[in-house]
């Protein structure tokens, strides 16, 4: 961040303070949705020890998709070798979609249709503003995959406590014709806040008091500060009007409230940056790594929000067993695998990637990468996979 901040001639203070972003993932023209949902997924499967014949539902949620018509998910049945009697589709509203994917699983668990099976829902995006515009400090790359199943170990979410919101409005939002997303940032701050109002409303009622016995408050967090302006609108909520700096105490009471249940989770948002449909569950990836135990049987809430707009709000209660997994869980490794780029070459893989889809060949070792799945071009209009 320091590093961009000083090429775009701006106050790094801005970036690490203002977003409270330290660094950004950026995929290489090789990494895809498509590679980023398989990766994640065969790390959820293996590390929890789930037999993918276990699966009958997939659902990958994408911002990101590679084709207008052929979704992301079924390359990714392949991929990870799935039954053929699975329901498999893609879900679209920005980042909303792993959210709308996971509600989804529930029902098709609660219907009764599941017969045992479970579903995966997974969260891959990369956001991509374009060079030098507002959101270009916003950006990131990633994917979460999640196992729904009707005995979850991790989080249980109460079916009777989500609610829901939806509004028409062009806070953020990408034609068919544009690699790059187009946002009216401070519009969408506020769309944000009050689809997270409304979705509170319609999950537990005007009148509900939780936050003093919930252990943890989860958002989207397309950018670090956007979870402290929606824990403040949390507490507003039950405070019963607006907290402000002016007022020292409320502004002290807002400030413990968001270090103890929210500021805690960031870490991987503030690493990784925005990705889109999965960072509210980057957040509850580094709850869970660090306080599962702390929080077994604990309420905590969660609020995913996508421009245009969607969004849940839900209560859930962390499993009594869940620090178990806290080690399959930690993606430390891969982090620390990452590589710094210079911003020389950062501007590099970006014009790269506006090619990648006609490009016929695509060489991952020329970005240093080999051993994974990679995307390595378009022939004949088909993408194609390969694993090194
Ligand atoms: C988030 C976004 C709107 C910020 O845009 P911006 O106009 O360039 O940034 P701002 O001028 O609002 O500054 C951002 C913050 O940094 C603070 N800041 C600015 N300069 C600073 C400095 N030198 N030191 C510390 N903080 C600084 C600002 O006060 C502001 O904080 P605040 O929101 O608490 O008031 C922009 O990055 C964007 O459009 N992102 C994509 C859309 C998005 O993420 N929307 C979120 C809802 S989905």
């Known amino acids: 961040m320091t590093d961009l901040a000083e090429a775009r001639d701006v106050d790094p203070g801005k970036y690490l303070q203002g977003l409270g972003q330290r660094r950004m993932a950026i995929a290489s023209p090789c990494e895809d949705t498509v590679t980023m949902a398989a990766d994640a997924a ?28 052929k979704p992301v998910a079924v390359y990714v049945h392949e991929l990870l070798g799935l039954d053929q009697r699975c329901r498999t589709f893609e879900t679209k509203h920005a980042c909303y979609g ?13 219907s009764g249709r599941a017969r045992g099976r479970k579903a995966l829902v997974i969260a891959s995006d990369i956001a991509r503003y374009g060079l030098k515009t507002a959101g270009e400090p916003t950006q990131g790359a990633g994917a979460v995959a999640m ?27 990408r034609p068919l014709y544009s690699k790059y997303a187009f946002a009216d940032g401070h519009y969408s701050i506020q769309c944000y806040l009050d689809a997270l109002a409304g979705a509170r409303v319609d999950a537990v009622g005007e009148e509900a008091e939780l936050l003093a016995g919930l252990g ?6 397309p950018f670090v500060k956007m979870a402290f302006k929606a824990h403040q609108r949390h507490l507003e909520m039950e405070y019963g009007g607006p907290l402000s700096k002016d007022h020292t105490e409320a502004w002290r009471m807002l400030t413990d409230s968001y270090q103890r249940l929210a500021a805690p989770w960031l870490g991987l948002n503030a690493e990784i940056g925005n990705i889109y449909t999965g960072s509210l569950f980057l957040a509850l990836i580094d709850l869970l790594r660090q306080a599962a135990e702390g929080l077994a049987g604990r309420e905590i809430s969660l609020f995913s929000y996508g421009s245009g707009c969607g969004a849940t709000y839900c209560i859930g209660r962390i499993g009594d ?26 501007e590099g893989l970006i014009g790269d990637t506006e090619q990648a889809d006609t490009v016929e060949r695509l060489d991952p070792a020329r970005y240093g990468l080999d051993g994974g799945l990679y995307y390595v071009g378009t022939r004949d209009h088909r993408r194609q996979y390969s694993r090194g």
């Open 42 to 69: 065969t790390r959820a499967l293996q590390g929890f020890d789930i037999d993918p014949a276990e699966i009958g539902t997939l659902i990958v949620g994408t911002e990101t998709g590679v084709d207008h018509s």
């Open 98 to 110: 792993a959210m709308a994917g996971l509600t989804a699983s529930m029902d098709w668990i609660g």
């Open 147 to 173: 196992v729904i199943a009707e005995d979850p170990r991790l989080l249980a979410i109460d079916p009777q406590r989500i609610g829901d919101y939806t509004r028409q409005v062009m806070d953020f939002w």
């Open 216 to 221: 943890a408050c989860l958002y989207h967090v």
């Open 321 to 346: 067993r869940a620090a178990h997994w806290r080690e399959a869980l930690d993606p430390a490794e891969q982090l620390a695998a990452r590589r710094r780029l210079s911003i020389e070459e950062y």
